[in-house]
């Protein structure tokens, strides 16, 4: 059975860093679109950043371009997320998720979803 486990969230300072990982475990298909995603309260979910398995492309949503960044580890079926100069505006539960495709961070391509890590930026 397919599995996603996010890990690395918590309190942080801001301007503070934290870098989150993702493994997958129970693959059994391939896939080429793995993405990070947040949904803080009230609003909606929302691609942060998402990367092509085959290839390398990266996909950033503008507000955290420069101070994210994705990356992955195909033989370990991980994937991470480092992030800089945190915000109180990214305060969010943060997911990961996997498609078949690649298509940069188009949530409704993202068929498996992991259960999340909560990031939360504050003095």
């Known amino acids: 059975q397919l599995q996603l486990v996010e890990s690395g969230g918590g309190l942080v300072r801001p301007g503070g860093s934290l870098r989150l990982s993702c493994v997958a475990s129970?693959?059994?298909?391939?896939?080429?679109?793995i993405g990070w995603f947040r949904q803080a309260p009230g609003k909606e979910r929302e691609g942060v950043s998402c990367?092509?398995?085959?290839?390398?492309?990266?996909y950033y949503a503008t507000s955290v371009k420069g101070r994210f960044t994705i990356s992955r580890d195909s033989a370990k079926n991980t994937v991470y997320l480092q992030m800089n100069s945190l915000k109180p505006e990214d305060t969010s539960v943060y997911y990961c998720?996997?498609?078949?495709?690649?298509?940069?961070?188009?949530?409704?391509?993202?068929?498996?979803w992991g259960q999340g890590t909560q990031v939360t930026v504050s003095s």
């Open positions: 990367i092509s398995n085959s290839d390398g492309s990266t």
């Open positions: 998720a996997i498609a078949p495709t690649f298509n940069l961070c188009a949530l409704t391509r993202y068929e498996d």
């Open positions: 129970g693959v059994t298909r391939d896939y080429y679109g």
